[in-house]
């Protein structure tokens, strides 16, 4: 009894503070398990975003498919000379 009451054991816990520290310890548990996740929602938007507005990768396509064009049929891109007669 002495050790206990040397160790501070000796002491009286209300029964509603005791189950409000228990619930809010098991509250921070269930929140630090969940910080690190996402949403399944949240994680498909994250990875589809940069696929959705993609106008600088569809304007090189362009560039790409054009350039290509040109150097394979350069006749497709001459233009043709009307001669005008002189009356």
């Given at each position: 009894?002495?050790?206990?009451?040397e160790?501070?054991?000796?002491?009286?816990?209300?029964?509603?503070?005791?189950?409000?520290?228990?619930?809010?310890?098991?509250?921070?548990?269930?929140?630090?398990?969940?910080?690190?996740?996402?949403?399944?929602?949240?994680?498909?938007?994250?990875?589809?975003a940069?696929?959705?507005?993609?106008?600088?990768?569809?304007?090189?396509?362009?560039?790409?498919?054009?350039?290509?064009?040109?150097?394979?049929?350069?006749?497709?891109?001459?233009?043709?000379?009307?001669?005008?007669?002189?009356?």
């Amino acid at each position: 009894r002495i050790d206990a009451v040397e160790a501070g054991l000796d002491y009286w816990i209300d029964d509603g503070d005791f189950e409000r520290e228990k619930q809010r310890r098991i509250a921070v548990k269930n929140r630090k398990a969940t910080e690190g996740t996402m949403s399944k929602e949240k994680l498909r938007d994250e990875v589809v975003a940069p696929y959705k507005q993609n106008w600088i990768g569809f304007f090189s396509m362009v560039v790409v498919i054009l350039a290509t064009i040109v150097t394979k049929f350069p006749e497709a891109v001459e233009i043709p000379v009307i001669r005008i007669p002189d009356l």
